[in-house]
C-alpha cells in the first residue's frame, strides 16, 4: 500500500506537476455557480472591459449564461443563469463547459481563492510541511555556500 501511495504522489508530482489533490465529491450546492473566477488565456478576467470584448470575440455561448455579480482582488466574480435550484444541477448538465467539469481547479485556488465552506470538495497538498521543509534543509543555501 505504501509503494502504491508513493507511486501516485510520484505521478502527480512530477508528471501531472500539481501540489494539491482534490478530494470529495459534488455536495450540489450550487455556490460554485454563484461566484465564479474565469480564466481567459493566461489570466484570470479583471475588467468588466475585457469581459465584453471576450463575449464579442468568443462565440461560446458559456460567456451568454453568465453575468457579473462583483470583483475582487483576483478579478471579476461571475454567476451563472443555469442552475436550476430544485434539481441542484445545472440546467444543461449534459453540456456545461469544462469550467464547471472540471470544479474545483487547483490553479484558482492555488491562487488563495477559498471553496465555499458547503462544498464537498476539498483540497490536501500532496506534500506535507515537514517534507518540504526536510528537503529543503538538507541541500545547503547558495548564501551558506558563500559564507564557507
Known sequence: MKLIKKIKKFFYLKILKKKYYKTGSCALCGACCKNIYIRHKDSVIKTTEEFEKIKLEDSD???KHISIIGQDEFGLVFACDKYDKEKKLCSDHKNRPSIC?????EE???????LNPNCGYKFESIEKFDEIF???SKKPTKIFKELN
Open 61 to 63: 455561448s458559456f460567456y
Open 134 to 136: 526536510a528537503r529543503i
Open 108 to 114: 484558482i485556488f492555488s491562487y488563495g481563492a477559498k
Open 101 to 105: 467539469r472540471n470544479y474545483p481547479s
